[in-house]
């Protein structure tokens, strides 16, 4: 059973074009984390929420959390070719020492 | 940049063969992470340790063992390894409170 489950699996947009992505879970997070992975590299972290509700900007990306800490969405707007990759979020409990990881959203964007 | 380096980034083996994987972090953070990434599976836990000879479980450790001897170094063992350990390995530290992950740059392993 996964317990991030992150959707769509696979988003091919052109360039401009706006998007949003989801991360749910059944699952009451502390916090939870966003990343984005490029082909053959490590993810490297775009953005921590921790509060219910939190939103989260990151120049042309904006994250939210849900007011029940369960879920989470990534949005992106005016989307670039550069934007392409695996995005990743994941969810962690306090002390828990470790995260859990859903399968992620693969995005292209198309110039 | 979290300091993360891993050794070899690239390895073929044959099966049966024990191969041993390693993460060197810089930054003496406690708590260090091997994963393996496959498609369709994202990131899946092997083993994690929260400091010097402290290690645990994570979802798919079967096969698998870890050992850490001192805080900069976390090594992943493949006793014997199979054609389904065939993947992507990343080592990771976490800083914060929240166990943001910062990874390494992976390695690639084959099992012929």
């Known amino acids: 059973t996964q317990l991030l489950e992150q959707s769509p699996q696979f988003l091919s947009i052109q360039e401009g074009e706006n998007l949003t992505v989801y991360c749910n879970s059944s699952?009451?997070?502390?916090?939870l984390q966003w990343y984005r992975q490029e082909p053959g590299e490590g993810p490297v972290l775009l953005v921590t929420?921790?509060?219910?509700?939190e939103v989260k900007k990151l120049k042309r990306l904006t994250f939210q959390f849900g007011d029940a800490r369960k879920d989470s969405s990534l949005h992106i707007t005016a989307a670039q070719p550069g934007d392409t990759g695996l995005y990743l979020c994941?969810?962690?409990?306090?002390?828990?020492?470790?995260?859990?990881f859903g399968d992620g959203t693969t995005l292209t964007v198309k110039p | 940049d979290a300091g993360i380096t891993q050794s070899p980034r690239h390895k073929v083996t044959e099966t049966g063969t024990p191969v041993t994987l390693r993460c060197h972090q810089t930054?003496?953070?406690?708590?260090m992470y091997w994963y393996r990434q496959d498609p369709g599976h994202g990131l899946r836990l092997i083993h994690y340790?929260?400091?010097?000879?402290?290690?645990d479980k994570g979802e798919v450790s079967d096969g698998y063992s870890v050992s850490r001897s001192k805080t900069e170094d976390f090594l992943l063992t493949l006793e014997s390894a199979t054609s389904s350990q065939t993947s992507v390995y990343f080592c990771?530290?976490?800083?914060?409170?929240?166990?943001?992950?910062?990874f390494g740059p992976g390695t690639r392993l084959t099992v012929t």
């Open positions: 340790s929260y400091g010097v000879k402290d290690t």
């Open positions: 699952s009451v997070f502390s916090s």
């Open positions: 929420v921790v509060t219910g509700g």
């Open positions: 994941a969810g962690a409990y306090t002390n828990a020492g470790k995260s859990t």
């Open positions: 930054e003496n953070h406690r708590y």
């Open positions: 990771a530290i976490s800083r914060g409170a929240a166990y943001e992950q910062y």
